[in-house]
């Protein structure tokens, strides 16, 4: 029912744990079973350096996130915002599909946890902190004024 690659990601889940220096930590809850999923990472210059997950979830959740923060590990911020459960699941060679909802855990958290890097860095996923030059200001520039 599940494959080789899940079973050793569940047995030997990597990247475990919690960092005490993370400046990126992200937690969901999976709407359909209740479970919850942290990931803390430590970004630099817009790379992730490391990550960590605890979960309150299944196996199938351990393993994706073991997986998941495997895949993420040296990547870009951006690169990683493109991680999905998809590539996540194929990397393990499937997950039987009364699992599948599992796997979502792991990507809405490393989603969360970059959300909250943008956050602390002042950088909006929208870009909307950056000055258009539209000529009608928005304040979201900081340009209070509206002088720019
Ligand atoms: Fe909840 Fe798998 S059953 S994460």
Do not use: W
């Not at 997986?67 to 990397?91: I, W």
């Amino acid at each position: 029912m599940y494959s080789e690659k899940v079973m050793d990601h569940f047995a030997n889940p990597r990247n475990v744990g919690e960092l005490e220096n993370a400046n990126a930590v992200g937690q969901v809850g999976n709407a359909k079973c209740g479970d919850i999923m942290k990931i803390y990472m430590d970004i630099e210059n817009d790379v992730v350096k490391d990550v960590k997950f605890k979960t309150f979830g299944c196996g199938a959740a351990i393993a994706t996130s073991s997986m998941a923060t495997e895949m993420v590990k040296g990547k870009t911020v951006e690169e990683a915002l493109s991680l999905t459960n998809k590539a996540v699941m194929e990397a393990l060679d499937g997950l039987p599909a009364e699992k599948v909802h599992c796997s979502v855990l792991a990507e809405e958290a490393i989603k969360a946890a970059i959300d909250d890097y943008k956050s602390r860095t002042g950088v909006s996923l929208g870009d909307s902190n950056s000055c258009s030059g539209c000529g009608v200001c928005c304040h979201k520039c900081n340009d209070v004024d509206g002088e720019k």
